[in-house]
């Protein structure tokens, strides 16, 4: 299995927390289990962390089957769709996002 995540460093402003999640479950949820080959998304919101460690306040984290599959889902129209819909979340954050894909050992 690959896994695909989405680290989100930064910080959410401040009081749009409820409205920044808000935005994830009914904008842009629906749009990622949508991908093409998606088997998983999970999206992971911030309790705590040690001390000096970077700020995540979101980790997006999706499953494929292969990295053949993650090509496929990347390279689909709901995906670039999702990109843009992506910009009215970022209106409430401070940050950047960067990507990691792994491979999910089983066993």
Do not use: C
Not at 79 to 96: A, C, I, N, P, Q
Not at 97 to 104: G, N
Request: hydrophobic share 45%; aromatic share 12%.
């Amino acid at each position: 299995m690959i896994i695909r995540q989405a680290f989100f460093e930064g910080t959410i402003r401040e009081g749009q927390e409820e409205a920044f999640k808000a935005y994830v479950r009914n904008r842009l949820m629906p749009m990622w289990l949508a991908f093409p080959g998606i088997r998983e998304v999970r999206v992971l919101y911030h309790i705590e962390r040690d001390e000096g460690a970077p700020s995540y306040p979101m980790v997006l984290s999706t499953m494929y089957d292969s990295r053949e599959a993650l090509a496929v889902a990347l390279d689909s129209p709901i995906r670039y769709e999702s990109r843009e819909v992506t910009k009215g979340l970022l209106e409430m954050f401070d940050g950047h996002i960067h990507h990691h894909v792994f491979d999910l050992a089983l066993g």
